[in-house]
């Protein structure tokens, strides 16, 4: 199990929450379905089918929130609205008013509510108390604002920041375009995305496209700077590094998949080990990065 997003986060004081009381603090907020009357539910989930809410692999902790919308389009209820309201309006002589309108528009819409069909997705959320990371595998920081709402209900003394680093990653990844080297231990990939910094915004992407230093040297002397860039740490993971240090895209190489192994493992050993790859190459990533992005910033 790989996380395709990491928005990455710091514990601000050891870890101390055992992982039976983790477990009865998620369990008081855990998913339900949505009813006939809800258009949505969240809640936490197991990680694992039939499994606790809170699955450990030497000493990593993982969650996963779950989340059901059902999905009811602003079109089907103005066109059964559209109707009811005609009838009404031949029963009584005259249009409804405002008022009726709306009363109408929310009865329609909790008749067809039972109807509707729901859609189901999840977010995993790594937490390392070792070395002291909370990551959300989240694309969007909306998502993963989501989830951070539903963490805090419930665990509401979590001690955690967003990471903060001495160098903003826009800058870095301009530098590090401009004078042609990557940091150590990282290559820069064949997708990039250079943004100008005037208001009309204008924007260059190369997608798989050999990154020619002259052309991208003229770009920023002409105003533009780096917010995105890919790159693989240590010939192991492939990724989008963002200017709000978002990393996106991750993707384990070959020299990663052929240590996972295979044989007769069943689908939990499968599972756990792969949990466990991921979460000691990506520590690694991580700390390669911050260290990268010349440090952690000061508080």
Not at 32 to 37: A, E, F, K, L, N
Not at 156 to 179: C, H, I, K, N, Y
Not at 278 to 299: F, K, Q
């Amino acid at each position: 199990m790989w996380f395709k997003n990491l928005q990455i986060f710091q514990l601000t004081s050891p870890w101390t929450i055992g992982t039976d009381a983790l477990e009865d603090a998620l369990a008081k907020q855990a998913f339900q379905p949505c009813g006939s009357s809800d258009m949505q539910s969240q809640g936490w989930l197991p990680p694992r089918d039939n499994g606790g809410l809170v699955h450990t692999v030497n000493r990593q902790l993982l969650l996963r929130f779950g989340t059901e919308k059902k999905l009811l389009p602003a079109s089907v209820i103005n066109q059964f609205t559209k109707l009811r309201l005609a009838d009404i309006e031949e029963q009584q002589g005259y249009k409804p008013g405002k008022k009726q309108r709306k009363e109408i528009k929310e009865q329609v819409t909790d008749e067809l509510l039972p109807r509707a069909f729901a859609v189901s997705s999840s977010t995993h959320v790594w937490i390392d108390p070792v070395h002291g990371w909370l990551v959300v595998d989240a694309a969007s920081p909306a998502k993963t604002d989501d989830v951070f709402k539903w963490l805090l209900r419930s665990i509401p003394d979590l001690a955690v920041t967003s990471l903060q680093v001495v160098r903003s990653p826009g800058e870095a990844m301009t530098s590090w375009l401009e004078t042609d080297e990557a940091p150590y231990n990282f290559t820069v990939d064949q997708d990039t995305e250079l943004t100008s910094t005037g208001e009309n915004k204008s924007t260059v992407r190369y997608v798989k496209h050999t990154l020619e230093a002259d052309d991208i040297r003229r770009h920023i002397k002409g105003g533009k700077r780096c917010t995105k860039l890919a790159l693989t740490w240590n010939d192991r993971i492939s990724f989008v590094l963002t200017e709000t240090l978002a990393v996106k895209r991750v993707a384990a190489l070959d020299v990663l998949k052929e240590n996972t192994g295979g044989g007769s493992k069943d689908d939990d050993e499968r599972f756990d080990t792969d949990f466990a790859l991921m979460t000691g190459e990506v520590d690694g990533l991580m700390t390669s990065l911050v260290a990268a992005l010349g440090g952690i910033a000061p508080a």
